[in-house]
């Protein structure tokens, strides 16, 4: 049976290039060059709303504030250079466009920011395979987790553009390096959920939970005695991400700045759905949006590579050893942003008839458990069938940018 080892058992990282071994040194390299790919050859502005992220970078560069006021804020004309009447939908705190800004005061472009968010994203990777490595009992089960951590499907193509999605990757590899620490580093955990907090609200919902659960597990199965001192940073942490959405509550009386502007559709307009239809929409949607290239494939072709990764965690969490208690905290969290966010979006929905709220990358501050689970879970299947390891990693691979090129250069060969 594969599982993960008692920590007793547990040797260090081959020492190497960024600390681990060659093999898993070069999958980060291959992720990086991918990511920089991504970054000169997309056309601007691309997707995810690049234009809009780079437009509150510019706003926060002329004027910079800790608390935007977001029904102020207007989008760039695409060349960069004046600003069109259209009004801006993004709602997100300002820690990341503050981030940035000096790089526009400076005279920094498109392709330098981009540049900067190919590294946030590769800083992040770094982090979650470092600390997965440190788990894993030998290099084939570290190469494969360097794998699957590298392989959310928008985690290149993202990590390309200008969007704050980065940040929030870099949060969620700090809760999962400080779930994955020896002693349960509670102010690393604390760290991520305030940068969590400061980056989306999806990514303080999913990591809060994902804390939350780890914690009380831990004391529940009496791994943990209950301490204050453990408990409090934690708290300290969920409290700094929430002060972007309780000032947000103060001043305006909603969590978030909601542009109905961007979003509303007459009623008349919308399609006739109950709950039921709409989460089979929703989930639908989901699938659809999972690949790089989103609407790529069809639902039934896009399903059951978006189910894939997650039935082969979930087999994964069968044969883990003592850090099962790392996966199970993080398919609780998964069930609880699932949940919030399919309600989040039928309230959307019924309010303004909108159906924008599927989006899948909000989950890319789980990946780092999802990938543990999933690469204890492909070392089982692959026990017996070492052609099977190929083949598991190939379909997890598929979706991502890496797959959509080798796809590409295929078909134009053939």
């Given at each position: 049976m594969t599982s993960i080892p008692s920590r007793v058992q547990r040797k260090g990282i081959p020492s190497n290039i960024m600390g681990v071994s060659p093999g898993v040194a070069l999958i980060l390299s291959i992720y990086l060059?991918?990511?920089m790919?991504?970054?000169?050859?997309?056309?601007?502005?691309?997707?995810?709303?690049?234009?809009?992220?780079?437009?509150?970078?510019?706003?926060?560069?002329?004027?910079?504030?800790?608390?935007?006021?977001?029904?102020?804020?207007?989008?760039?004309?695409?060349?960069?250079?004046?600003w069109s009447p259209t009004k801006n939908h993004i709602n997100h705190p300002s820690l990341y466009y503050l981030a940035l800004a000096p790089v526009v005061r400076l005279g920094g472009g498109v392709l330098l920011i981009r540049f900067l968010n190919a590294g946030l994203s590769f800083l992040a990777l770094v982090i979650a395979v470092r600390a997965g490595c440190r788990i894993l009992p030998n290099d084939p089960?570290?190469?494969?987790?360097?794998?699957?951590?590298?392989?959310?499907?928008?985690?290149?193509?993202?990590?390309?553009?200008?969007n704050n999605d980065n940040l929030a990757a870099l949060a969620g590899s700090l809760v999962f390096a400080g779930l994955a620490s020896d002693a349960l580093s509670v102010w690393m955990i604390a760290g991520g959920l305030a940068l969590a907090g400061w980056s989306k609200l999806t990514a303080l919902i999913g990591l809060g939970a994902l804390a939350l659960a780890a914690y009380a597990g831990m004391i529940w199965t009496n791994r943990l005695?209950?301490?204050?001192?453990?408990?409090?940073?934690?708290?300290?942490?969920?409290?700094?991400?929430?002060?972007?959405?309780?000032?947000?509550?103060?001043?305006?009386?909603?969590?978030?700045y909601v542009s109905r502007e961007t979003y509303y559709t007459p009623p008349d307009h919308r399609?006739?759905?109950?709950?039921?239809?709409?989460?089979?929409?929703?989930?639908?949607?989901?699938?659809?949006?999972?690949?790089a290239a989103e609407g790529s494939l069809p639902?039934?072709?896009?399903?059951?590579?978006?189910?894939?990764?997650?039935?082969?965690?979930?087999?994964?969490?069968?044969?883990?050893?003592?850090?099962?208690?790392?996966?199970?905290?993080?398919?609780?969290?998964?069930?609880?942003?699932?949940?919030?966010?399919?309600?989040?979006?039928?309230?959307?929905?019924?309010?303004?008839?909108?159906?924008?709220?599927?989006?899948?990358r909000y989950y890319n501050v789980l990946w780092p458990g999802i990938a543990l689970a999933g690469t204890v879970g492909i070392m089982a299947l692959a026990r017996t069938r070492r052609m099977m390891r190929g083949l598991l990693l190939g379909l997890y691979l598929w979706p991502t940018a890496l797959g959509g090129l080798i796809l590409a250069f295929a078909v134009h060969a053939a």
């Amino acid at each position: 049976m594969t599982s993960i080892p008692s920590r007793v058992q547990r040797k260090g990282i081959p020492s190497n290039i960024m600390g681990v071994s060659p093999g898993v040194a070069l999958i980060l390299s291959i992720y990086l060059t991918i990511t920089m790919f991504m970054s000169v050859s997309l056309p601007f502005p691309w997707q995810f709303d690049e234009l809009q992220h780079l437009s509150m970078i510019r706003s926060e560069a002329d004027h910079p504030t800790l608390f935007p006021e977001y029904e102020r804020q207007h989008v760039l004309q695409e060349d960069t250079e004046h600003w069109s009447p259209t009004k801006n939908h993004i709602n997100h705190p300002s820690l990341y466009y503050l981030a940035l800004a000096p790089v526009v005061r400076l005279g920094g472009g498109v392709l330098l920011i981009r540049f900067l968010n190919a590294g946030l994203s590769f800083l992040a990777l770094v982090i979650a395979v470092r600390a997965g490595c440190r788990i894993l009992p030998n290099d084939p089960d570290r190469t494969v987790f360097a794998v699957l951590a590298a392989s959310f499907p928008k985690g290149a193509e993202i990590g390309g553009l200008i969007n704050n999605d980065n940040l929030a990757a870099l949060a969620g590899s700090l809760v999962f390096a400080g779930l994955a620490s020896d002693a349960l580093s509670v102010w690393m955990i604390a760290g991520g959920l305030a940068l969590a907090g400061w980056s989306k609200l999806t990514a303080l919902i999913g990591l809060g939970a994902l804390a939350l659960a780890a914690y009380a597990g831990m004391i529940w199965t009496n791994r943990l005695r209950f301490s204050f001192g453990r408990l409090l940073p934690i708290l300290a942490g969920l409290t700094l991400g929430a002060i972007p959405y309780l000032w947000s509550l103060l001043e305006s009386g909603h969590l978030l700045y909601v542009s109905r502007e961007t979003y509303y559709t007459p009623p008349d307009h919308r399609p006739a759905l109950t709950f039921m239809t709409f989460a089979a929409k929703f989930f639908g949607t989901l699938a659809v949006k999972w690949p790089a290239a989103e609407g790529s494939l069809p639902l039934w072709l896009a399903l059951p590579f978006f189910l894939f990764p997650f039935a082969v965690a979930g087999f994964g969490m069968r044969h883990m050893g003592a850090d099962k208690r790392i996966a199970e905290p993080y398919a609780i969290a998964l069930i609880v942003l699932a949940a919030i966010h399919l309600a989040f979006g039928w309230h959307a929905f019924k309010d303004m008839g909108d159906l924008t709220i599927a989006q899948t990358r909000y989950y890319n501050v789980l990946w780092p458990g999802i990938a543990l689970a999933g690469t204890v879970g492909i070392m089982a299947l692959a026990r017996t069938r070492r052609m099977m390891r190929g083949l598991l990693l190939g379909l997890y691979l598929w979706p991502t940018a890496l797959g959509g090129l080798i796809l590409a250069f295929a078909v134009h060969a053939a």
